[in-house]
């Protein structure tokens, strides 16, 4: 994941190898018609039709049962930045905490490299949470009588690995999500931010296969959040981690995402690409949830390319394939001129300044020559 900051400030994102390589292969989670009911015989609920058509309310009314993720099905692919979006009571929470049956399931499959999870045993499921799935929690769990370095190490002293080795390794963590200097500090002399810090550098110090965030952020102030934001895509972009992002902001899901699962009443709604889901929403919910998204700095060239060829070797204004509207406007406007769209050397297709105008309004285009070579 790789993103572009652009004059309004909303950073969106853009290609990244790690994203391109996950495409193929297996998935780290695979997940398939996942429920999870709360309240008297609520296994009962996802095998009956008749309830599972029901609404939140009336199944309530019905059974006294409060379906909070019903019938979910996606994949995690390695390498990828999954975000998990929806407004409070939609299930994103809950959904994160089945994933290591922190919360458990009602029906449903779950398969961490194609391993289920539901069949883990709980010395199977101690070493998922341990050393394979990493949960880093909004509120940061701190131990207050630890130092930040001790705290970082925790998870390696409860692997059981010695003290110089933990702390060697703690250390080279605390680096890298810069808190260098701050390691005999306690959670008190931090900030909150800080303290966030802390708690993304214990869940690394494990180096867990992904990274499980339940809304990290949310209770920081905009300023710090926003730098929090730039260390996850810092780190992703460093390491190329496979990352489930939990949150409720918009905003934070599409700098974060290469793809998102934006949920409803315990449903996924729409599951894709932050341009997929701006571009195309699903329904009337997405499309009033991304109505004020500034589609210029979201929609790519892919989208307002036409098929053509610029002519010989050279690219006049190349742009890459994965260039937001945004910087193909002021790159066609600085010229005059169309721009070739270039991927690999080859000349995808060209832009021109109207085709641009026409994906930030919203316009169906024709014959965009996606694909073309």
Known sequence: MSTLSTPNGLDTPGSSASTSESAGGDPV?????????????ADQVPADPELTALDAADLRTRTGCTAAVRDVSFDVRKGEVFVVM?????????????????????????AIDGEDVRAMDKSRLRELRRHR?????????LLPHRTVLDNV??????????????????AEVVTKVGLEGMEQRRPGQLSGGQRQRVGLARALAVDPQVLLFDEPFSALDPLIR????????RLHQEEGRTMVFIT?????????????????????????TPEEIVGSPADDYVREFVRDVPRADVMTV???????????REHPGALAADAVVAEAIKVVSRSGK???????????GVVDHARLLDVVAGAELADTGKGAV
């Not at 799935?133 to 769990?141: D, E, P, R």
């Not at 989208?303 to 610029?310: K, L």
Request: with cysteine; charged share 25%.
């Open 153 to 170: 190490a925790y998870g390696l002293e409860i692997q059981g690995i010695g003290k110089a080795e933990r702390r060697r390794r703690a």
């Open 248 to 272: 409720h902001d918009l905003n934070e899901a599409l700098k974060l995402g290469d793809r998102i699962a934006l949920m409803r009443d315990g449903r996924i709604v729409q599951l894709g």
């Open 133 to 141: 799935a990493a949960m880093v929690f909004q509120h940061f769990g």
């Open 338 to 348: 169309p721009a070739c769209v270039v991927e690999d050397g080859h000349c995808l």
């Open 29 to 41: 989670f695979a997940v398939d018609g996942l429920w999870k009911v709360f309240g008297p015989k």
């Open 226 to 233: 926003r730098d929090m934001q730039e260390e996850v895509v």
């Open 86 to 110: 929806g407004l409070s009571g939609s299930g994103k929470s809950t959904l994160v905490r089945c994933l290591t049956r922190l919360i458990e399931p009602t029906a449903g499959t779950i």
């Open 302 to 312: 892919r989208t307002a390319m036409r098929p053509g060829d610029c002519g010989g």
